[in-house]
């Protein structure tokens, strides 16, 4: 059973930074595809940043230039750098695994981290 644990949310100034992290359980991680999901309240989930088990990256053109999801496989931990940050970037992060160990589609996602920008 795999499970996602996400940290780093809290109240931040705009034009402040952020760092996020997840923590996956288990042993798939380093084969898995990982992505970074954002709510705000009223609007639907939306994707922010994903990068695969190869680590290749791809954003959502209003977080390009001052986002960065990065991953460390020793760790089993997915990062994603916030900078600039402006108040509409407030959200609930969640963070995704996807994958398909023992060729049997896998997705799990996580509880949540709240990031709240504002003065």
């Known amino acids: 059973q795999v499970q996602l644990v996400e940290s780093g949310g809290g109240l931040v100034q705009p034009g402040g930074s952020l760092r996020l992290s997840c923590v996956a359980s288990?042993?798939?991680?380093?084969?898995?595809?990982m992505g970074w999901y954002r709510q705000a309240p009223g609007n639907e989930r939306e994707v922010v940043a994903s990068?695969?088990?190869?680590?290749?990256?791809d954003y959502a053109d209003s977080v390009k230039g001052r986002f960065t999801i990065s991953r460390d496989n020793a760790k089993n931990t997915v990062y994603l750098q916030m900078n600039s940050l402006k108040p509409e970037d407030t959200a609930v992060y969640y963070c995704?695994?996807?994958?398909?160990?023992?060729?049997?589609?896998?997705?799990?996602w996580g509880q949540g981290t709240l990031v709240t920008v504002s003065s």
């Open positions: 995704k695994l996807r994958g398909w160990p023992g060729g049997r589609y896998l997705e799990v």
């Open positions: 288990g042993t798939v991680f380093s084969i898995a595809h």
């Open positions: 990068i695969t088990s190869g680590g290749n990256t």
